[in-house]
């Protein structure tokens, strides 16, 4: 069995030990039954990543991890180019800097609740969802540019969002080294107008109150109290970052042979971290990722007419926004020595602890906020990384719930209808394009969030700060 040898390293961490071809030991980060239900395609692909060039140890698996492309979805894992390391788009996948931002209001539950269904039909109706919705936007060739090397900072200055929102996003709202040349015309042309979508799968729009406030301290700091109302926004780079890493994939196993790599799974496209294919992927995965915060911060502009269409007056401020599908350059030390490393998380996220140099000035002494999305209808919630997931994990944590079946399994099990029924009678208002999507996003079909947060919280990945509950949803 892939997960053969696994052992116990303490409490919520496991070991899976050098075999075959790995170069490092992998490490899977969950309850003792989380861990049981994992598929063993998690751990056959954490000894394939654990096998590339370059590796440094640990390859890590967060409690929400479960069989992805090449990579399994909740994959942390480090490339040193000073020892022939790679960089794989493979390990980023095709929804390139797919993340969630969390604005905040100054309403409380009992204001929205009488207009919740009002709120819902207005979000529905000004934020385009499923799937190839367009948006109201259509890009000019110059204006494709210009976003895919600005990403959020182009989206404010043409008028979408605060200037105050950028201290609140990964990279200040866009990541340098962006290349519009290395994205495809292809690629760019599935973006043409869809801007400021959120696409369909599990990305989502929620309308959520506070439901606890687990660190007061915390939680005054980031201004969250109880029965606070805010936003999620989940969607990431759309048919344009798809595109991208499909063009790139090819590019990288067409040139494997020359590089002389062997990959134990072609899903695991690479090339050497000082390759031209690598550099040119580099560059069209930072643009891709500068889409992505482009688009959320769209979104986050049309949440903020539906809002103050129905609460003249009221205000929605950016808590943060974190992406969990990137691969960076970083600092880390390895040995006692500091090196630069290339760091792919595959649905995870970076949780930068209250002392890293790189942390926001927004959250020093806090710790950058980690923001865990929840399945459809149930919690979400807002952690703070700490110093210690330097050391467990290239300073990382898990990025959501996790699914627990597959969507075809979950189609199988749930009926939209009967999961919209069953959302209503909670109280939770849901607006979607197609009700079998709900069936694939529901509840049933994720992991148990609040099983993921305390096995991340018990490891010392990452400290819970508030718990959210969901008022409305909007789905594609």
Same mark, same amino acid.
């Given at each position: 069995?892939?997960?053969?040898?696994?052992?116990?390293?303490? =409490?919520?961490?496991?070991?899976?030990? !050098?075999?075959?071809?790995?170069?490092?030991?992998?490490?899977?980060?969950?309850?003792?039954?989380?861990?049981?239900?994992?598929?063993?395609? %998690?751990?056959?692909?954490?000894?394939?990543?654990?096998?590339?060039?370059?590796?440094?140890?640990?390859?890590?698996?967060?409690?929400?991890?479960?069989?992805?492309?090449?990579?399994?979805?909740?994959?942390?894992?480090?490339?040193?180019?000073?020892? #022939?390391?790679?960089?794989?788009?493979?390990?980023?996948?095709?929804?390139?800097?797919?993340?969630?931002?969390?604005?905040?209001?100054?309403?409380?539950?009992?204001?929205?609740?009488?207009?919740?269904?009002?709120? =819902?039909?207005?979000?529905?109706?000004? %934020?385009? =969802?499923?799937?190839?919705?367009?948006?109201?936007?259509?890009?000019?060739?110059?204006?494709?540019?210009?976003?895919?090397?600005?990403?959020? *900072?182009?989206?404010?200055?043409?008028?979408?969002?605060?200037?105050?929102?950028?201290?609140?996003?990964?990279?200040?709202?866009?990541?340098? /080294?962006?290349?519009?040349?290395?994205?495809?015309?292809?690629?760019?042309?599935?973006?043409?107008?869809?801007?400021?979508? &959120?696409?369909?799968?599990?990305?989502?729009?929620?309308?959520?109150?506070?439901?606890?406030?687990?660190?007061?301290? %915390?939680?005054?700091?980031?201004?969250?109290?109880?029965?606070?109302?805010?936003?999620?926004?989940?969607?990431?780079?759309?048919? &344009?970052?798809?595109?991208?890493?499909?063009? +790139?994939?090819?590019?990288?196993?067409? =040139?494997?042979?020359?590089?002389?790599?062997?990959?134990?799974?072609?899903?695991?496209?690479?090339?050497?971290?000082?390759?031209?294919?690598?550099?040119?992927?580099?560059?069209?995965?930072?643009?891709?990722?500068?889409?992505?915060?482009?688009?959320?911060?769209?979104?986050?502009?049309?949440?903020?007419?539906?809002?103050?269409?129905?609460?003249? #007056?009221?205000?929605?401020?950016?808590?943060?926004? *974190?992406?969990?599908?990137?691969?960076?350059?970083?600092?880390?030390? %390895?040995?006692?020595?500091?090196?630069?490393?290339?760091?792919? !998380?595959?649905?995870?996220?970076?949780?930068?602890?209250?002392?890293?140099?790189?942390?926001?000035?927004?959250?020093?002494?806090?710790?950058?906020?980690?923001?865990?999305?929840?399945?459809?209808?149930?919690?979400?919630?807002?952690?703070?990384?700490?110093?210690?997931?330097?050391?467990?994990?290239?300073?990382?944590?898990?990025?959501?719930? /996790?699914?627990?079946?597959? !969507?075809?399994?979950?189609?199988?099990?749930?009926?939209?209808?009967?999961?919209?029924?069953?959302?209503?009678?909670?109280?939770?208002?849901?607006?979607? +394009?197609?009700?079998?999507?709900?069936?694939?996003?529901?509840?049933?079909?994720?992991?148990?969030?609040?099983?993921?947060?305390?096995?991340?919280?018990?490891?010392?990945?990452?400290?819970?700060?508030?718990?959210?509950?969901?008022?409305?949803?909007?789905?594609?």
């Amino acid at each position: 069995m892939a997960r053969q040898g696994l052992t116990r390293r303490d =409490a919520f961490s496991w070991e899976l030990p !050098r075999t075959g071809t790995m170069r490092v030991p992998a490490r899977v980060f969950g309850s003792p039954a989380a861990v049981a239900a994992m598929e063993d395609g %998690v751990f056959a692909q954490l000894r394939n990543v654990a096998s590339l060039p370059g590796v440094v140890s640990p390859v890590t698996a967060m409690p929400d991890a479960h069989a992805g492309y090449g990579f399994p979805i909740g994959c942390v894992a480090a490339f040193d180019p000073g020892e #022939g390391g790679v960089v794989s788009a493979g390990g980023v996948g095709f929804d390139i800097a797919c993340g969630v931002r969390t604005l905040v209001s100054d309403l409380d539950k009992e204001d929205v609740e009488p207009l919740r269904e009002a709120l =819902a039909d207005a979000l529905f109706a000004l %934020v385009p =969802a499923g799937l190839g919705a367009p948006g109201n936007l259509r890009l000019s060739a110059r204006d494709m540019d210009a976003m895919l090397a600005g990403g959020a *900072v182009w989206a404010v200055e043409a008028g979408f969002g605060e200037k105050e929102d950028l201290a609140r996003i990964e990279d200040g709202g866009r990541l340098a /080294g962006a290349d519009p040349d290395a994205v495809s015309p292809r690629a760019k042309e599935r973006q043409r107008d869809a801007l400021g979508t &959120l696409g369909s799968g599990n990305h989502y729009l929620e309308v959520q109150y506070v439901e606890e406030v687990r660190d007061a301290r %915390v939680a005054t700091a980031l201004g969250l109290r109880p029965g606070q109302v805010g936003v999620s926004v989940h969607c990431g780079s759309r048919g &344009l970052g798809h595109q991208t890493a499909t063009d +790139h994939m090819e590019a990288m196993l067409r =040139a494997a042979s020359k590089h002389g790599l062997i990959l134990p799974d072609r899903e695991l496209a690479c090339a050497p971290a000082d390759s031209d294919e690598t550099r040119r992927y580099l560059g069209a995965m930072r643009a891709a990722a500068n889409c992505a915060l482009a688009g959320r911060q769209v979104v986050t502009h049309l949440c903020r007419e539906a809002f103050a269409g129905l609460f003249p #007056g009221s205000r929605l401020r950016l808590l943060y926004d *974190v992406s969990h599908n990137l691969c960076r350059a970083e600092r880390h030390m %390895v040995g006692g020595r500091e090196k630069t490393l290339f760091v792919h !998380r595959k649905g995870a996220t970076r949780a930068l602890g209250p002392s890293h140099p790189d942390l926001p000035a927004a959250f020093a002494g806090l710790g950058q906020p980690v923001i865990v999305g929840g399945s459809m209808g149930t919690a979400s919630a807002i952690l703070t990384g700490t110093d210690a997931a330097e050391a467990l994990a290239f300073s990382s944590a898990c990025h959501g719930a /996790g699914r627990a079946m597959s !969507r075809k399994q979950a189609l199988k099990r749930f009926k939209g209808r009967d999961v919209l029924d069953s959302l209503a009678a909670r109280g939770i208002s849901v607006r979607a +394009h197609d009700l079998r999507g709900l069936g694939e996003e529901a509840p049933g079909a994720y992991k148990d969030i609040e099983d993921v947060t305390a096995a991340v919280h018990a490891s010392g990945l990452a400290m819970p700060a508030a718990r959210l509950r969901p008022l409305a949803c909007i789905k594609g």
